[in-house]
Antibody, heavy 121, light 109 residues
Framework: EVQLVQSGAEVKKPGESLKISCKGS????????IGWVRQMPGKGLEWMGI????????RYSPSFQGQVTISADKSISTAYLQWSSLKASDTAMYYC??????????????WGQGTLVTVSS | SYVLTQPPSVSVAPGQTARITCGGN??????VHWYQQKPGQAPVLVVY???DRPSGIPERFSGSNSGNTATLTISRVEAGDEADYYC????????????FGGGTKLTVL
């Protein structure tokens, strides 16, 4: 059974750093891309970026380029999303997703349970 | 960048048919995917590649796509279908590649 299991909720202060994780199981972790989606409170879904754990090829949505870092450790089948200096506006639910597609289109057949990040002074 | 437009809300009585639209420039040339998100839960894929259903998704959920509009149709709506629904495309010409619609809140009256 394919599963994406994310790390637990975090409460941080502005300016602090943070790294959240997403562990994949039940499939070949290095053969599929892993992406991240943000959902701010009461808002819709926003695409952040994607990584291919097999070779660490990483691509960011322009809105998030330079704001976050996506990485992966294939030895433990885990992808990461990190911030060096959090802002209150980073408060959101973050989902990891597994894209599936054929090069022409991709959709997300598996989602993590989400990690709630709260940034408040 | 490519934009997907959904109505903020749709209301339907139980047993009736709900239609949720997703508008985009020549969206009929793209593959459209739909997700259902219930309160406090992660989104779930309900339709992919315009009209295919993942295993476990009821046949009541169907999709179509032509011209500038894609449509998610939910037949014989049940109270448990009340949720937010998002359309999504992969647009290789956009810097972001992945584009989501703004979401539609389906209310079952």
């Amino acid at each position: 059974e394919v599963q994406l299991v994310q790390s637990g909720a975090e409460v941080k202060k502005p300016g602090e750093s943070l790294k959240i994780s997403c562990k994949g199981s039940g499939y070949s972790f290095t053969s599929y891309w892993i992406g991240w989606v943000r959902q701010m409170p009461g808002k819709g879904l926003e695409w952040m970026g994607i990584i291919y754990p097999g070779d660490s090829d990483t691509r960011y949505s322009p809105s998030f380029q330079g704001q976050v870092t996506i990485s992966a450790d294939k030895s433990i089948s885990t992808a990461y999303l990190q911030w060096s200096s959090l802002k209150a506006s980073d408060t959101a639910m973050y989902y990891c997703v597994r894209p599936l597609g054929d090069g022409y289109t991709y959709y997300f057949d598996y989602w993590g349970q989400g990690t709630l990040v709260t940034v408040s002074s | 960048s490519y934009v997907l437009t959904q109505p903020p809300s749709v209301s339907v009585a139980p047993g009736q048919t709900a239609r949720i639209t997703c508008g985009g420039n020549n969206i009929g040339s793209k593959s459209v995917h739909w997700y259902q998100q219930k309160p406090g839960q992660a989104p779930v894929l309900v339709v992919y590649d315009d009209s295919d259903r993942p295993s476990g998704i009821p046949e009541r959920f169907s999709g179509s796509n032509s011209g500038n509009t894609a449509t998610l149709t939910i037949s014989r709506v049940e109270a448990g279908d009340e949720a937010d629904y998002y359309c999504q495309v992969w647009d290789s010409s956009s810097a972001s590649s992945v584009v989501f619609g703004g979401g539609t809140k389906l209310t079952v009256l």
